[in-house]
């Protein structure tokens, strides 16, 4: 049944065993050394975000060592969707966890004992009881335990957003197991959460391996909140094809916006702490699976949804901290494919949050969540660029200009404020570097507080000489120079301003200061994506046969195909086997158990569309006869909208069939269908890219650029890349 004996005694290289088990024909940045290293029975601490690949990094050695993988994994959901992907791709994995009854326990239990088992998933609580242990020390003795892989890692950092005190008895398996070598993953971690980790898990000189936070596929914007908000939300959703998720902060709110949107028309299901754990359970499934559209909820709707094929996240309300909305926008987008992330942002959100914060008892607790929300409000307010924002709180630099954020895509003016950051740094260091934004602000302004007077900053030369600029621009330039790292700020919770080297260069007029200046928009979306007709049309159908094909085995779609693998089969439309099989994410355990399903339905849709006759010739041979009519008019001179009038079709047909012509090696001259100049530029965009799908070919290279045109130069670039 499963692929994974039979493959591992050929001893393949890494780049063929990742094909054989996950259908990829290479790894993503960082993956193969995470491997290597893996194989190398090294400790391994691995921070890379959500979508980069995480999972393979751990997957891919259990596959290729002796023994059993024992995963560690926060909740129930999560596993069971890993094994539901796992085995559907051939390979032995299997869980044990709380939902499971006494015998199919003992039965599980048996087939691990088998050594047939490459990946066990278990929750932490079951791992440490005093049942388990023994189980597995049997396990270590009878079939080898080749690794320990420790999931969402920062579980046991109590400076991570999700601490759960059981992650902490974790460290007890070092030291029953001294020799296995451990793997924490996580996607988030600050620098302090990290140190946390190797030190409550014992790791043991780790290699440390920090991906870019960097999500490229993820467009960031902010809105204000107005009367209007509901409407902007449901203009969103409904102008936005896919699943998606909204966020807020309450279970009333919840409530409020489910029955709102079910009113309105829109496949909607609540999720929040106060159903129950039925309800839940079911509405996840739900939206899992297609059967729903959109979930409302509450962060309670958390780690478990391991659902690649989210094009959307909203927060309705403003989130706690930069890195929970890391995390929970974060889950929008994991294909990679193009996916939005909306905050909505109003001062009353911060007040709610403000009064939950003062229910904590400890005050360390209150001065720690106070300072992440003052970060989140710089994020809501700032006017750089949002990557730049995120990725400095996780001490990455980013230079701007991402062209993913409403704030690079619709910039604001820019304006040099040397002078007035000479003024603001000047003010910190006459403070001594002792105080916050708000008190320098005062200085400047000439504030007459009790603070000031009690430090006798009446009395410094920077003292007022900023009251030609209001508070909210003084704090502009504040936030712009942190985000800048011409300034640094402590994370104790007190956020005292310090000055660095940066703010020493800037002071002595060796560095200019350019902040955006806020001016009052409405920011809409554009995607600038043009609908391949055909593609679109052909898509469809196959998302369809997926549903079906899912519906029939209780799994979800994604499971049987991502959507980036179902783009690529609507593009290309394979019609052999081998074909399909050479798609990027079909495993050849796929190829046999769907190949010939969607062959089948690709087939019929190109009938339908007469893009092939009854008899035509294979996918690399003959023209058919259709093609031969288009390439004869084609070389009487004919453009391609000619082409179509005179034959009563859709230019994208034209199109398809030039690209089918160019494969099958026939005489279609490119110089008059795209300018010489432009080949050149798409054939060099090729060469970095690869043959990937065409929107990010498209927004490397710009709007000068139509789909038509990268199409058919793809199509030459292909056919010489096989001689």
Known sequence: MFATQSFMSHNPNLEQALKYYFGYDSFRLGQREIVEQALQNRDLLVVMPT?????????????????????VSPLIALMQDQVEALRDNGIAATFLNSSLNAYKVRSREEYILSGKVKLLYVAPERLLSERFLPFLDLVHHQVGISALAIDEAHCVSEWGHDFRPEYRQLKSLRKRYPDIPVFALTATATERVRTDIIQQLGLNQPNIHIASFNRTNLYYEVRSKTKHTYAELLELIRETEGSGIVYC????????????????????????AGLTDEERSKNQTRFIRDDVRVMVATIAFGMGINKPDVRFVIHFDIPRNLESYYQESGRAGRDGEPSRCTLFYSYSDVKTIEFLINQKPDPQEQLIAKQQLRQMIDYTEGTDCRRTIQLGYFGERFAGNCDGCDNCRYPKPIEDWTIEAMKFLSCVARCKERFGMGHIIDVLRGA??????????????????????????????GRSLLHQGLLEQTSDGYAVLKLNAL????????RIVSIAVPVVQKI??????EKATEVELLLQRLRSLRKQIADAQSVPPYVIFADSTLKLMAQIQPRTLTEFSKLSGVVSHKVSQYGEKFLAEIRAYR???????QNSSPFFGLPS????????LHQQGLSVTEI????????TTIIRHLCDLIEKNQSVDLNLLVPVDKQQKILQVLEILGDISLTPIKEYLGDSYSFDEIRLIREKWRRESQK
Not at 55 to 68: D, E, N, T, V, Y
Not at 251 to 272: A, C, F, G, M, N
Not at 448 to 474: C, M, N, P, R, V
Not at 607 to 613: D, P
């Open 644 to 651: 179509a009038a005179k034959r009563n079709l859709r230019p």
């Open 51 to 71: 979508g980069g690949g995480k999972s393979l990094c751990f997957q891919l050695p259990a596959l290729l060592k002796q023994g059993l993988t024992v995963v």
């Open 524 to 529: 809409t979306w554009e995607e600038g994506n």
């Open 607 to 613: 009938q339908e569309q007469g893009l092939i006759e």
């Open 448 to 477: 007459k507080t009790q603070k000031i007077t009690q430090y006798e900053h009446d009395k410094l030369s920077t003292y007022g000489i900023g009251k030609d600029k209001t508070a909210d621009e003084w704090r502009i330039l």
């Open 249 to 272: 902060l309450t279970r009333k709110k919840v409530d409020e916006l489910t029955l709102k949107l079910q009113h309105d028309k829109i496949s909607v299901l609540p999720y929040h």
């Open 625 to 632: 006869d259709t093609e031969l009519l288009t390439l004869q």
């Open 503 to 510: 703010s020493w260069e800037v002071m002595r007029r060796q």
